[in-house]
C-alpha cells in the first residue's frame, strides 16, 4: 500500500513556525537594533536589493549567505551575532555580542554596521536601539536615574519577575533609542533573548504605527475643508438658487476628492492599526508588574501611544463617514435633478400635446380647403365630359355646371372622410 501524498507546501509551512528562533544572550550583552525602511513605495520595493545589502554586509565578514528569496537570516559576523528580518515595509537588523563597553549605550557600539554600508542602504533608518543587558544588582534605581531620562521612563517587572526592562522611548544625541533589561541570576539566556526581541518589536512597531499619526495630521486640514465645503453646499441645495446641475458637479468634484484621499490613505491607516495591535500584544505578553511605583510599558503607552491612535482611527472614520455623507448627498442631488427633468420633460409634453392639436385643427382646415380645391377641379372635368351630352339636349353649359357642382362636392367630401377615417 502506497503512503499518502503529501501537501507540496507541508513541510515549507511547518518549518515557517521554526524559521525565526529567538536569540539566545547571556547577559552581560550589548544588542544593536536597525530598522531600514524606504521612504516611498516601500510595500512594492525591490526587495532583492534587501538581500543584496545583507550579502553586501556578510561578504564583508566572509559569512555564509542566505537562500535564495530568504526572509530572514542568523548567523555569525566576526565576534557578533547578526539576526536579519525582512517585514512588509521595512527590514529589520541585529546584532549582539557578550560583554559591554566601558561606557553606557555607547555610540560606537554601532559600528557594527560599517558608516559606508549604511549609507548606501537601500531605504532610511525608521528608528534604531541600543539595549543593555545586564544581571540585576541589588539596586538599580541609580543605573535608572543615570542613563534614562525620569519623566519618560518606564520600567517594569517582567516574566513574573525573571527580569526588568526599562526605556523612556527616546531618541539620544546619537540618534538612538536606549532600552536595558536586568536579569535574575535564575533566568535563562532564551528567556533574556525573548525579552530583548519584544523590545526590539514594541520600538519598530510602534514607531511604524506612528507614520499613521503623521498621515492623519496631515490629512486634517484637507478634511476640514472638505467637510466646510460640503456642508456649504448641502445649505445651498435646501436655501439656495445655484441650479441642480451645477451643484452636482461641484458635489461629485467633493466626493471624488474624498474617494482619492480614501484610496491613498486605507493601507497606511489599516498597516497602523495592524501595528497598534502587535505593540499592545507584545507588550501584553511580557506580563508586567510594577517595579517601585514606576509606571509600566502598557501605561506609558496608554499615556502617550494610546492617543495618537486613537487619532488616527478618529481620522479615519471621519474620512469615511465624510466620504458617506457625499455620496447621500450626490444620491439626493441626483434624485432632485431628475424630478426637475421629469417635470421639465413633462412641461414639454403638454406642449407637444398642444402642437400636435393645433395641428390636426390646421390639417381639419386643410382637408376642407382640399375638398373646395379638389371639388372645383372634379367640377370642371365633369364639365367638360358633359358638354357634348348637355348640348343635345339644350341644357345650357351654366346650367350643367350649377347641376353637378352640389353632387361633385358630397363625393369628393365623403371620399375625403373616409380616407381620414381609415388612417385614423
Not at 255 to 281: D, G, K, M, P, W
Amino acid at each position: 500500500m502506497s503512503p499518502i501524498q503529501d501537501h507540496p507546501l507541508r513541510y515549507q509551512l511547518a518549518n515557517e513556525l521554526h524559521a525565526r528562533p529567538f536569540p539566545s544572550m547571556e547577559p552581560p550583552s550589548t544588542v544593536v537594533f536597525m530598522a531600514i525602511k524606504r521612504p516611498t513605495e516601500a510595500v512594492s520595493r525591490d526587495r532583492s536589493a534587501d538581500v543584496a545589502h545583507l550579502i553586501n554586509l556578510l561578504d564583508r565578514h566572509g559569512a555564509s549567505h542566505p537562500q535564495p528569496d530568504a526572509t530572514h537570516y542568523s548567523g555569525q559576523i566576526g565576534r557578533f551575532v547578526l539576526k536579519w528580518e525582512q517585514h512588509t515595509e521595512f527590514v529589520t537588523y541585529t546584532a549582539y555580542w557578550p560583554g559591554m563597553s566601558t561606557r553606557v549605550f555607547d555610540p560606537q557600539d554601532i559600528d557594527v554596521f560599517p558608516q559606508d554600508w549604511l549609507e548606501s542602504a537601500p531605504g532610511q533608518r525608521i528608528t534604531s536601539a541600543l539595549i543593555r543587558v545586564k544581571r540585576r544588582d541589588d539596586d538599580i534605581t541609580n543605573e535608572l536615574d543615570d542613563w534614562f531620562v525620569a519623566e519618560s521612563l518606564a520600567v517594569s517587572n517582567v516574566l513574573d519577575g525573571a527580569a526588568q526592562m526599562a526605556g523612556d522611548f527616546r531618541i539620544d544625541p546619537a540618534g538612538h533609542v536606549r532600552f536595558a533589561v536586568f536579569a535574575d541570576a535564575n533566568t535563562g539566556d532564551r528567556r533574556v533573548g525573548r525579552i530583548v526581541q519584544r523590545l526590539c518589536e514594541i520600538e519598530t512597531y510602534k514607531t511604524m504605527s506612528m507614520l499613521g499619526f503623521e498621515r492623519a495630521r496631515q490629512l486634517s486640514a484637507k478634511i476640514d475643508a472638505l467637510d466646510t465645503a460640503l456642508a456649504k453646499l448641502m445649505n445651498e441645495m435646501t436655501v439656495g438658487d445655484i441650479l441642480a446641475e451645477e451643484m452636482l458637479h461641484q458635489l461629485l468634484r467633493i466626493s471624488a476628492e474624498l474617494e482619492t484621499l480614501v484610496a491613498r490613505s486605507s493601507f497606511r491607516f489599516e498597516a497602523t492599526r495592524a501595528y497598534s495591535a502587535i505593540v499592545n500584544q507584545r507588550i501584553a505578553v511580557l506580563r508586567e508588574t510594577h517595579f517601585r511605583g514606576r509606571q509600566t510599558f502598557a501605561e506609558f503607552m496608554l499615556r502617550r501611544y494610546q492617543p495618537a491612535m486613537r487619532t488616527v482611527e478618529a481620522s479615519e472614520r471621519r474620512l469615511q463617514a465624510l466620504a458617506d455623507r457625499a455620496m447621500r448627498a450626490a444620491d439626493l442631488l441626483r434624485t432632485r435633478v431628475d424630478v426637475d427633468r421629469s417635470a421639465q420633460n413633462q412641461a414639454l409634453m403638454l406642449n407637444m400635446d398642444r402642437r400636435a392639436d393645433l395641428a390636426l385643427r390646421l390639417q381639419q382646415t386643410v382637408e376642407g380647403l382640399s375638398v373646395v380645391a379638389i371639388s372645383y377641379y372634379a367640377v370642371s372635368l365633369a364639365g367638360y365630359a358633359l358638354y357634348p351630352f348637355a348640348e343635345g339636349v339644350g341644357v345650357s353649359k351654366g346650367m350643367l355646371t350649377a347641376a353637378i357642382t352640389l353632387p361633385v362636392v358630397a363625393l369628393v367630401w365623403m371620399l375625403v372622410r373616409r380616407i381620414r377615417r381609415k388612417h385614423a
